[in-house]
């Protein structure tokens, strides 16, 4: 099992942008893929980033797609999420998730297919 704990989330107006962190901790992390979701209150849990073991793939939902950038850092064990033009419906809890791989080419967009998670971060954009 790998460790994760998100930070950065926050109060932001509309437009604005906030860094997202997640620091791993337990094992080998470039030997995860990793990804980001969040949950708004009353629905449920949706993809929004994923990143490949080595960062090379990169993969996001729609509804962020131009706005959003994921990217990780092997060397400090931690993956970041970029917000930028930050909306009102951005507003959630936001998740890490880890899965370990044993192949480089793969981004996992699932929230199932993840079996490692951190106790999120809320971010709430005001307009």
């Known amino acids: 099992q790998v460790q994760l704990v998100e930070s950065g989330g926050g109060l932001v107006q509309a437009g604005g942008s906030l860094r997202l962190s997640c620091a791993a901790s337990g094992r080998t992390f470039s030997n995860y893929a990793m990804g980001w979701f969040r949950q708004a209150p009353g629905k449920e849990r949706e993809f929004v980033a994923g990143i490949n073991r080595s960062g090379s793939r990169t993969f996001y939902a729609d509804s962020v797609k131009g706005r959003f950038t994921i990217s990780r850092d092997n060397a400090k064990n931690t993956v970041y999420l970029q917000m930028n033009s930050l909306k009102p419906e951005d507003t959630a809890v936001y998740y890490c998730?880890?899965?370990?791989?044993?192949?480089?080419?793969?981004?996992?967009?699932?929230?199932?297919?993840?079996?490692?998670w951190g106790q999120g971060t809320q971010v709430t954009v005001y307009s």
């Open positions: 998730a880890a899965k370990i791989l044993a192949s480089n080419l793969v981004v996992v967009t699932t929230t199932p297919a993840y079996d490692n």
